[in-house]
């Protein structure tokens, strides 16, 4: 009995460090989700602005540019997966690459080759275990993304789009990562990048008057220069995004977990008690046994 209630008393003490864990990393998520919500607010502006110079450009003047008309017979996709470096942030990673399997199938049902990019040791991990490739991964920073990684990874996807296909590069870039709707709703989205689809979240409508633009010297070099940085913007927008929403599931994972914690704890007081009780019981019974025995000898 003495060795059972130790037993219990371990477990008191190893649950009660890990709620103190749970419960720091609790608090610096939510300390950190404040400043990554602000950040992405902060570059809705930004690239409103350019969807709106793009969708000018596009639908006001007749052009054949190479980024906006679709291929006849495309044979060819990329997709950039967007997961998390971290775990104990709930099923986050798990609904992303959910996700991206979907898409991945429905490409290849489409006679699609399709070139994966990573983003996240959790996508890493599940392609690795699974030995399938991916054309390039980037870690760190998937819950602080920065501009500079947002340019390098949009140089790359334009360029693979820039090339013909025959060389290795693509005829479509689509993105998959979770779109930060509130603290208590994410949802994994998918967009395609390339050929250029406008999708402007909560600004532009079909009814919404763009402004007219005259440009110099021509709209096709508008949209040389203007689109690498629109596709930029979108990919550093859903880096922002996913970063808040892998914060949100964390501290809602982290919460859950302290929460189980302390009822595990409870639970292991309550067992604890009631074999202290048993043994007190089993103790005072020999007593009065011994007692009665010599009583009557």
Known sequence: MGAQIRVYRQKIASTTSMKKIFKAMELIATS????????????LPYANAITRAVTAVSSQHDIDHVLTTEPENPTRAAVLIMSSDRGLAGAYSANVLRKAEQLLTALHEEGKDVDVYVVGRKAQTYFDFRGREYKQLWTGQTDAPKAERAHEIGTILVESFLTDTAAGGVDEIHVVFTEFVSLVKQNPHVIRLLPLEVVEQGVASPEEVLPVYEFEPDADEVLDALLPKYIESRIFNAMLQSAASELANRQRAMKSAGDNASSLIKEFT????????????????????????????
């Open 32 to 43: 950190r989700i404040t400043k990554a919500r602000e950040r992405v607010n902060q570059s």
């Open 270 to 297: 309550l067992r604890m008690n009631n074999a202290r009780q048993a043994e007190i019981t089993q103790e005072l019974t020999e007593l009065i046994a011994g007692a009665d025995a010599l009583n009557n000898s």
